[in-house]
T-cell receptor, first 112, second 114 residues
Framework: GQQVMQIPQYQHVQEGEDFTTYCNSS?????IQWYKQRPGGHPVFLIQ?????EVKKQKRLTFQFGEAKKNSSLHITATQTTDVGTYFC????????????FGTGTKLQVIP | NAGVTQTPKFQVLKTGQSMTLQCAQD?????MSWYRQDPGMGLRLIHY???????DQGEVPNGYNVSRSTTEDFPLRLLSAAPSQTSVYFC?????????????FGPGTRLTVL
C-alpha cells in the first residue's frame, strides 16, 4: 500500500538549535500538507505544498517539496519551547482520489 | 462556529460491546473522515465521505462502520469492540473533496477497550 515515512521519529534539541524533519513517500504525491499536534491536542494545519520543488516559509519554519514530488521537509530555525509537539506530513497520492495518507510523525522536544 | 465537535471525549468499553462515536461540523464541509492515532503509527484513515450518502473505506476499515445521512454528521460505529481498537480517534472535515484542502480536526475521543 501507499506509505509515507517520516524521520526521525523523535528529536530532542536545545532551545535555539535548528530542527528538520523529513517525509518520504513510496509513490508520487499530488500535494502535501504539514500539521502540528501539541501534546494532548489535535492536529492543526500549517501549510500545503503543490508544485514540484516548491519552498514556502512561515517565520522560522521552512517547508520544501521535492522535485520528484515524493519527499518533503520541514525545517525550524532557532527552536523555541513553543515549537514542542509532533509534526506530521500528509499526502494525497497521484491518482489516489481523496485518500489522504499521514506520515508517522516526528515528535520534537525542546530543552530550555 | 463550533468547528468540528466529537463526543464523547473519553470512553471505556468491554470487549464485544458496541458504540457510536459522534462527529459533527458546522462549516458546510463536503469531506469528512475518521482517523485513529496509535503511538508510532501516525494517523491512519478508517473511513471517509465526500458528501451526504457517499462513504468509502480508508486504510484500516475493519471493525468499523460509517454513514453520512447529512452534511453535518459523520458517526463512526464500532460493531464489536476489541482491545486492538484501543486508540485515540479523530474526526476531520475539509471543504472540497477533490483536492487536498486543509483538514479541520475535532478534539478527539480517547477509547479504551478492556
Amino acid at each position: 500500500g501507499q506509505q509515507v515515512m517520516q524521520i526521525p521519529q523523535y528529536q530532542h534539541v536545545q532551545e535555539g538549535e535548528d530542527f528538520t524533519t523529513y517525509c518520504n513517500s513510496s509513490t508520487t504525491l499530488s500535494n502535501i500538507q504539514w500539521y502540528k499536534q501539541r501534546p494532548g491536542g489535535h492536529p492543526v494545519f500549517l501549510i500545503q505544498l503543490v508544485k514540484s520543488g516548491e519552498v514556502k516559509k512561515q517565520k522560522r519554519l521552512t517547508f520544501q517539496f521535492g522535485e520528484a514530488k515524493k519527499n518533503s521537509s520541514l525545517h525550524i530555525t532557532a527552536t523555541q519551547t513553543t515549537d514542542v509537539g509532533t509534526y506530521f506530513c500528509a499526502g494525497l497520492h497521484s491518482g489516489g482520489y481523496q485518500k489522504v495518507t499521514f506520515g508517522t510523525g516526528t515528535k520534537l522536544q525542546v530543552i530550555p | 462556529n463550533a468547528g468540528v465537535t466529537q463526543t464523547p471525549k473519553f470512553q471505556v468499553l468491554k470487549t464485544g460491546q458496541s458504540m457510536t462515536l459522534q462527529c459533527a461540523q458546522d462549516m458546510n464541509h463536503e469531506y469528512m473522515s475518521w482517523y485513529r492515532q496509535d503511538p508510532g503509527m501516525g494517523l491512519r484513515l478508517i473511513h471517509y465521505s465526500v458528501g451526504a450518502g457517499i462513504t468509502d473505506q480508508g486504510e484500516v476499515p475493519n471493525g468499523y462502520n460509517v454513514s453520512r445521512s447529512t452534511t453535518e454528521d459523520f458517526p463512526l460505529r464500532l460493531l464489536s469492540a476489541a482491545p486492538s481498537q484501543t486508540s485515540v480517534y479523530f474526526c476531520a472535515s475539509s471543504y472540497v473533496p477533490t483536492e487536498l484542502n486543509e483538514q479541520f480536526f475535532g478534539p478527539g475521543t480517547r477509547l479504551t477497550v478492556l
